[in-house]
């Protein structure tokens, strides 16, 4: 099976300290890299990880908070310091970023390649990038300013040719792109042969996974996430706390649990944990009672969909 995976650089919130890094993660699809988030510190994490970036192409910002962005202006500044990249380098940031950072590029940074900055509307599902294997659209949330999530998904594989029977139509070798692209075929005394005939449907299930961080409890997201084999929500409180989480519009990890149960997930990985916290298990108990196939993400780990 081609790779999917997330490697998660960043699970803390607020700011890095010793235990965890602030938001970040590299979404690894078929070898293409995305960068989702970039708190303080993400590049130390990505040098020490080992993980090369050189096809790292594409940089997606959920909001204009702190923990989600201080890293972005070191991190790419770095690309042309550390590997001297040529290659352009998307960058997507909702529209409130945008004017901030071009600001901070402009100024701060000699970079050696072209940064193409795409700023984007939170609050409506947005696609954002789409080649022929693959997608990524955003995710509206609820956290008091424009902020969204991420979705990537994998797209259908197309249907397998049935060699023996296309020999025995005699169809020709130029015209099988055709056939595996759904067309029937002609023969002379004009009879169509279906396509269904000729093909048989690819065994690929395509896999999906919804990044959503930062957000208070937020249960229209549910139809858009509904069934992914991965979700990553923000679980930054404890229930006995969820005061805070109402107040700085977060989720209390039994909300991230509520979500992921009612959206049929396959898995949950929570993260983006607060500061007053020393240790994640009371989070991770508090989800799985709701949903037991919960991880608690931790720098470093890597998780494959
Ligand atoms: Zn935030």
């Known amino acids: ?90 960058l997507w940031v909702p529209f409130d970023l945008e004017e901030p950072l071009r600001h901070d590029f402009q100024h701060y940074c000699q970079l050696s390649f072209k940064l193409i900055i795409h700023p984007f509307d939170t609050s409506r599902k947005t696609l954002l990038y789409e080649d022929k294997e693959m997608k990524v659209e955003t995710i509206p949330l609820s956290h008091g300013i424009p902020c969204c999530g991420f979705l990537f998904c994998e797209k259908p594989k197309l249907p397998v040719l049935l060699p023996d029977k296309c020999r025995a139509y005699g169809i020709p070798q130029r015209e099988l792109g055709k056939i595996k692209n759904g067309a029937g075929w002609m023969m002379e005394d004009g009879t169509v042969i279906p396509n269904s005939e000729l093909t048989t449907p690819s065994d690929f299930m395509p896999r999906r996974y919804a990044y959503c961080s ?46 992921a149960r009612d959206a049929n997930v396959e898995k949950l990985a929570i993260g983006h944990y607060s500061l007053r916290y020393n240790d994640e298990k009371p989070l991770l108990a508090e989800a799985k009672t709701i949903f037991p196939n919960t991880e608690a993400c931790q720098e470093g780990m890597t998780i494959s969909l």
């Open 214 to 259: 930062d957000t208070a409890y937020n249960p229209q997201m549910i139809p858009q996430i509904e069934g992914v084999n991965l979700l990553y929500h923000e679980a930054t409180f404890i229930s006995a706390d969820e005061m805070l989480a109402v107040k700085y519009a977060h989720s209390t990890a039994a909300q991230a649990a509520t979500i």
């Open 1 to 90: 099976m081609e790779k999917f995976e997330i490697n998660i650089l960043g699970c803390g919130s607020a700011v890095p300290t010793m235990r965890h890094g602030t938001s970040a993660q590299l979404v690894n699809i078929h070898e293409k890299l995305f960068l989702v988030d970039c708190g303080e510190g993400t590049q130390t994490q990505i040098w020490k990880s080992g993980i090369r970036v050189t096809n790292m192409n594409h940089i997606f910002i959920s909001h204009a908070h702190g923990d989600h962005f201080f890293g972005l202006v070191p991190f790419v500044s770095s690309l042309t310091l550390m590997l001297s990249r040529t290659d352009d380098l998307h």
